[in-house]
């Protein structure tokens, strides 16, 4: 079940679960959350995903709002990595999501803003379990035949609250936490 934005408002107080939300989305619209682009960066070289190790490719990053940039134009067949200026924190334990309701665990499925597909750009975006926490990172891609212009600081994707039905093995833990957008080195995948 969808967790209402209002009600996730409401939960902040005591969980911060999503922190450094633009103004506008204390009203909310819908059911979930605008998120905004806050750093872009390319990669480079290769990547390796192995059955117990693993290895992203170096990245580049090429444009960060707290240094004050404005813009980056994604040209067709570009790809980047984008970094969100807001930062998610969920419990790695049950919490009560609505009142007289059992505890459940909380996760998060991000959409791209509409605009984003009009526009040919695909954002690509996994769900998020219980027990991350930190900025989260999509893949973008120019799929159309137009340069793609983006403004830091834009809204690209719509964050929405869930439960979980049941229990886990455990929450997440993994290497990722914080907010992380490559891995340095090879390391081995817990």
Same mark, same amino acid.
């Given at each position: %079940?969808?967790?209402? @934005?209002? *009600?996730?408002?409401?939960?902040?107080?005591?969980y911060?679960l999503? !922190?450094?939300?633009?103004?506008?989305?204390?009203s &909310?619209?819908?059911?979930?959350?605008?998120?905004?682009? =806050?750093?872009i960066?390319t990669i480079?070289?290769d990547?390796?995903?192995?059955?117990?190790?693993?290895?992203? &490719?170096?990245?580049?990053k090429?444009?960060?709002?707290?240094?004050?940039?404005?813009?980056?134009? /994604? %040209? &067709?067949?570009?790809?980047?990595?984008?970094? #969100? $200026?807001? !930062?998610?924190?969920? &419990?790695?334990?049950?919490?009560?999501?609505?009142?007289?309701a059992?505890?459940?665990?909380?996760?998060?499925?991000?959409?791209?803003?509409?605009?984003?597909? *009009?526009?040919?750009v695909?954002? %690509?975006? #996994?769900?998020?379990?219980?027990?991350?926490?930190?900025e989260? #990172?999509?893949? %973008?891609a120019? $799929?159309?035949?137009?340069?793609?212009?983006?403004? /830091?600081?834009? *809204?690209? @994707?719509?964050?929405?609250?869930m439960?979980? @039905? =049941?229990?886990?093995?455990?929450?997440?833990?993994?290497?990722?936490?914080? =907010? *992380?957008? @490559?891995?340095?080195?090879?390391?081995?995948?817990?």
């Open positions: %079940m969808i967790v209402s @934005a209002t *009600r996730i408002l409401e939960l902040n107080e005591k911060r999503i !922190s450094n939300l633009d103004e506008r989305e204390y &909310p619209e819908g059911t979930g959350f605008d998120i905004r682009a =806050g750093e960066y480079k070289g990547g390796y995903l192995g059955v117990k190790d693993r290895k992203t &490719p170096e990245i580049e090429v444009a960060d709002i707290s240094r004050g940039d404005k813009k980056f134009t /994604l %040209m &067709p067949g570009d790809f980047v990595l984008v970094k #969100t $200026m807001e !930062s998610v924190s969920l &419990p790695s334990e049950k919490i009560v999501a609505e009142e007289g059992k505890p459940s665990f909380l996760t998060i499925h991000v959409y791209p803003r509409s605009t984003l597909q *009009r526009c040919g695909h954002l %690509m975006a #996994t769900k998020t379990d219980p027990g991350y926490s930190g989260l #990172t999509f893949g %973008m120019n $799929m159309g035949k137009s340069k793609f212009e983006l403004d /830091l600081g834009a *809204r690209i @994707a719509n964050v929405v609250f439960q979980v @039905a =049941g229990d886990l093995h455990r929450a997440y833990g993994g290497q990722w936490n914080g =907010g *992380r957008v @490559a891995a340095e080195k090879v390391e081995k995948q817990i």
